[in-house]
């Protein structure tokens, strides 16, 4: 299993010192490669007060230029909301400077504003961000293309060709996980629902695969949020305060929650109703080195993951300083144990 850092480039309220965070992001992927982490990605939204990445092709050549193995990507970028060929070219471009080691996660978007800056009519999104997939995957494959869809007249073919490039895409639903397992494409989770429901959308994935034939390239990355410290005490004291209102916000704005597998959700009407002892069960990555061991394996158990892709730190906090003692002290007492032990003569 693989271990990645999703990084929240944010500085609330106002981007203020925006600048100085995406110096700290660089510094902490740095610190994340030296760590023992596989891979390091970063998200895309728009209009956001607090400057959340709404490009991710500078900062994967940002990235690319200050680590020299580690996998870099993106979980997920909007690939409804950009010309197709301009995102395959855009990905060649960084897969090259990173010298292959580029791994994109797409997903359809959510909010209704995105569409409306781009001018593009979110009741078309699927069938725009399908057709989207198909050309990004036959540009990538460095076909001629003659393509004419609902959206997209497309005639040529794309220079340079990305050498390893992944397509990853993102899901947070049954007709999600079914398209990326028709597409033959890796999908990337959300961070929020619970084991349960990852459980029984990884099985929905991997069927799917089988019905469409494509189960030889499906893969599960895991997308959580956590901590690790001397105990859960520490946890809900530093860190909790800083993510709850970040679930809470995902909570009330994105209407995909599976309430029926989701029974702490009852009763839940604002911020203060999600506690912490209740909300980290089979949800979230945190305590000491011992409980996230522990959490890991029971979510592997379930799911069968590819990837752990952790986000330690997010726009409220903790400090930059906190967050790289967590990112060392995950790569030191976490992920050995989920590495092969060589065996002795």
């Not at 349960?196 to 189960?215: C, I, N, P």
């Not at 930059?320 to 003569?345: K, M, N, W, Y």
Request: some cysteine; aromatic content about 12%; overall charge negative.
């Amino acid at each position: 299993m693989k271990f990645g850092l999703l990084f929240r480039p944010q500085d609330p309220p106002n981007a203020e010192h925006i600048r100085e965070r995406w110096q700290q992001i660089l510094d902490a992927a740095q610190v994340a490669e030296e760590s023992g982490f596989d891979g390091v990605f970063v998200p895309e939204h728009h209009m956001m007060a607090d400057a959340y990445l709404p490009s991710p092709w500078a900062a994967l050549g940002a990235l690319s230029a200050v680590t020299d193995r580690i996998e870099l990507g993106t979980t997920i970028t909007l690939l409804p909301l950009e010309h197709p060929i301009h995102f395959a070219e855009h990905a060649a471009m960084a897969d090259v400077l990173a010298g292959g080691r580029i791994r994109i996660g797409v997903g359809l978007g959510n909010f209704p504003q995105e569409f409306e800056l781009f001018g593009v009519n979110p009741k078309t999104q699927v069938s725009r961000f399908e057709e989207c997939i198909e050309i990004v995957q036959r540009a990538w494959a460095g076909e001629e293309i003659d393509f004419h869809g609902k959206h997209f007249d497309i005639k040529g073919k794309i220079t340079p060709v990305p050498r390893d490039t992944e397509l990853w895409i993102g899901a947070m639903s049954e007709p999600g996980v079914r398209r990326a397992a028709r597409f033959g494409c890796q999908w990337p989770t959300d961070p929020l629902h619970n084991i349960d429901v990852m459980k029984y959308w990884a099985d929905l994935y991997r069927a799917a695969g089988e019905e469409f034939g494509t189960s030889d390239k499906l893969k599960v990355n895991l997308l959580r949020d956590g901590w690790v410290a001397d105990s859960l005490e520490e946890v809900e004291r530093v860190w909790w305060p800083c993510i709850r209102s970040e679930h809470w916000f995902y909570f009330e704005h994105v209407p995909r929650w599976v309430a029926e597998r989701e029974p702490f959700l009852e009763g839940i009407t604002k911020e203060d109703d999600f506690k912490f002892d209740r909300h980290r069960i089979d949800r979230l990555i945190v305590g000491s080195p011992e409980d996230c061991i522990e959490s890991i394996r029971a979510f592997q158990d379930a799911i069968d993951m590819n990837y752990l892709i952790m986000s330690f730190r997010v726009a409220a906090g903790p400090s930059h300083e906190q967050e790289l003692e967590c990112i060392r002290r995950f790569g030191a007492d976490v992920i050995p144990a989920f590495r092969s032990v060589p065996a002795t003569a």
